[in-house]
């Protein structure tokens, strides 16, 4: 009998950790409070940006860079196989990622050459954008960014496709504290769940599940703003700029964000942060100005300090696996936090050393 491993949240870290595992002969069932690739109550993974790249790399550990680079670099392969297996286009688009000052050069092109990412120096005016801060920009020609819900649609119809069982619209109750061996997890309508092994991947909401067996968890919801607008002149690349991006779709959408706001569980839009957002995009692009919003709307990031996740093995609960608290970059992070969690609950050779992502001791 292959060994039945039960995910906890259907958000993007648990839908390709259910994909590794089903890849590496596992049986797999996700427990999902409300719908795979949705949004009802402020899921993360819906609502992301979809840029394959940390915003400045140059910023974060190398722990949370030898995740980001190795999405980064598989999201091709993935997206491919999504796409001719489902039939469902994730839109992954090699659409660069333009810099527009301030930012430390030397910092920023040092990072480029260590991680072998093309950088090249290019006038800001030249892509007809404005940059308050000076002209001399840099260009990064690889990056590539995804479209989240149509990722996510094609994650979930290809585990449909491979047997993997979705319990949607089923919420787990936090876990007691005094656990000691997990083999059964109970819902709140009163079932009980059984598994082999458990992989909590339930984003901000993972401190609220684990509190009774994990106190020293550090996640809380970080919420984060964006909306859509339809420009008028079709931009190709992402563009940066102090802490806010455009982000051109392939149809030509234009997604513009983000904020970091720590309001806990409030998945709401607000009137000032539109206000703000525009008045930012609009600094960059004047000819946005004036043109409707076609859409606006929030995430719950699974804020943790210094952006890094933890994955691995609970020191002491029996069977529970964490693969959570991806912060800012849990897509591009997905694929590479996927793989060695997976390696871990299969006893296999992980691909990255484990131990910066351990969950800590009391
Ligand atoms: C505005 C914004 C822009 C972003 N842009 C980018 C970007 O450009 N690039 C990038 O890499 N990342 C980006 N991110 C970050 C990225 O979206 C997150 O890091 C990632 O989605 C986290 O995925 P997750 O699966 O852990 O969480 P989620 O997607 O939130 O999934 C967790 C799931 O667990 C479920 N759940 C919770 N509790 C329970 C329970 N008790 N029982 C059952 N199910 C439960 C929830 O319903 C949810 O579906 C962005 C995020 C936001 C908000």
């Known amino acids: 009998m292959s060994r039945h491993v039960v995910i906890v949240g259907g958000g993007i870290v648990g839908c390709l950790t259910a994909m590794e595992l089903v890849q590496r002969g596992c049986r797999v069932t996700i427990v ?54 489902t039939g469902i286009d994730p839109q992954m688009l090699n659409s660069g990622f333009l810099l527009l000052p301030t930012f430390d050069r030397t910092q920023a092109l040092d990072w480029c050459e260590r991680y072998q990412v093309t950088a090249r120096a290019v006038s800001a005016a030249d892509y007809g954008v404005q940059s308050p801060h000076g002209d001399e920009a840099l260009w990064l020609p690889e990056v590539n960014q995804v479209r989240p819900p149509c990722l996510m649609h094609a994650l979930r119809a290809w585990l449909e496709q491979k047997q993997v069982r979705l319990l949607e619209h089923t919420q787990l109750l936090p876990l007691p504290a005094g656990t000691d061996q997990l083999t059964a997890w109970q819902t709140q309508d009163g079932e009980w769940i059984r598994g082999d092994q458990f992989v909590v991947t339930s984003g901000a909401w993972s401190f609220e599940l684990l509190k009774g067996v994990a106190s020293q968890l550090q996640i809380k919801p970080m919420r984060g703003q964006i909306v859509l607008y339809k420009p008028v002149k079709n931009l190709n690349t992402v563009i940066y700029r102090e802490g806010f991006y455009l982000v051109p779709r392939r149809d030509g959408y234009l997604l513009a964000g983000s904020t970091l706001e720590d309001v806990g569980f409030d998945p709401s839009t607000t009137p000032e942060v539109l206000a703000e957002i525009r008045q930012k995009a609009e600094a960059i692009l004047p000819e946005l100005s004036g043109l409707p919003i076609i859409k606006h709307w929030s995430g719950l990031r699974p804020g943790t300090p210094e952006n890094l996740p933890v994955i691995g093995a609970h020191p ?25 969690i997976a390696a871990l609950i299969c006893g296999d050779q992980p691909w990255t050393d484990p131990s ?5 001791e009391h």
């Open 32 to 85: 999902e409070r409300n719908q795979i690739a949705s949004q009802t109550s402020g899921e993360s993974s819906w609502a992301g940006a979809g840029i394959m790249f940390p915003l400045l790399p140059w910023m974060y550990s190398d722990q949370v860079n030898i995740l980001t680079h190795y999405g980064a670099q598989h999201y091709g392969e993935i997206c491919a196989q999504l796409l001719r297996d």
């Open 316 to 340: 002491s609960v029996g069977n529970l696996f964490l693969n959570t608290g991806h912060f800012r970059y849990g897509l591009t992070m997905g694929p590479g936090s996927a793989r060695l």
């Open 356 to 360: 910066p992502y351990a969950l800590p």
